[in-house]
């Protein structure tokens, strides 16, 4: 045969294994620093705005995306409301109404078609797919379940105007913070009550 060329291909092999293997661990170590970041800002802050907001930034920074909002639904009638917001295009951000009500990521959500990470949806954006300016070319957005013991808490959604397909592992993921976020809820939830039954 042609050792001499197999000894070539075989030392090109590899170098890239190798390659993609640093790649791999790179990524991971990102990812890992992410997540790190993102605990230590659910267990440094009391003020759930502030926490979601530095969440957002965080989750925009890993995945590279510009934008991200997030809904949580009241404990008390269940309706939403935008709990943080980061880099919303001008079409919502001047004009806050357009970001109050029902719209289909919400309305998905609490028919139950978002149960797992494989089912973090990418969706056109009802708020804004019949508007022509002022989208900063947003129009999908992938919408995250959020959940505490169970019980829906609220969405995040991260958006870019160059939207790609998320990876398996990049779902799993955003569905790793989310169950963070949901976590650190449960967390002040039981707090919440610990306190009140004391003041009692």
């Known amino acids: 045969m042609f050792p001499l060329a197999t000894s070539a291909v075989s030392q090109l092999n590899k170098r890239m294994l190798t390659n993609s293997n640093a790649d791999?661990?790179?990524?991971?170590?990102?990812?890992?620093?992410?997540?790190?970041s993102i605990a230590q800002a659910l267990n440094r802050s009391v003020d759930l705005e502030q926490t979601l907001q530095a969440i957002l930034a965080?989750?925009?920074e890993l995945f590279d995306?510009?934008?991200g909002w997030i809904w949580l639904l009241r404990e008390d009638d269940g309706k939403a409301y935008l709990a943080a917001a980061q880099n919303?295009?001008?079409?919502l951000a001047n004009y806050p109404h357009k970001?109050?009500?029902?719209?289909y990521c919400l309305d998905i959500y609490r028919e139950g078609d978002l149960a797992d990470a494989a089912n973090i949806n990418v969706v056109t954006c009802s708020r804004l797919k019949n508007l022509v300016d002022g989208t900063d070319?947003?129009?999908?957005?992938?919408?995250?379940?959020?959940?505490?013991h169970g019980k829906h808490l609220g969405v995040l959604n991260v958006a870019s105007s160059d939207w790609r397909q998320l990876s398996?592992?990049?779902l799993q993921l955003l569905y790793t913070i989310g169950d963070m976020l949901g976590i650190c809820w449960g967390l002040r939830l039981s707090v919440r009550g610990c306190l009140s039954a004391a003041r009692r």
Request: proline letters at 9%; hydrophobic letters at 35%; charged letters at 20%.
């Open 24 to 36: 791999k661990l790179r990524r991971r170590n990102a990812e890992l620093s992410i997540l790190n």
């Open 58 to 60: 965080q989750v925009a």
């Open 65 to 67: 995306l510009q934008t």
């Open 88 to 91: 919303l295009p001008p079409a």
């Open 99 to 103: 970001m109050e009500g029902s719209c």
């Open 137 to 148: 070319g947003l129009r999908y957005h992938a919408t995250v379940p959020l959940y505490v």
């Open 168 to 170: 398996p592992d990049d």
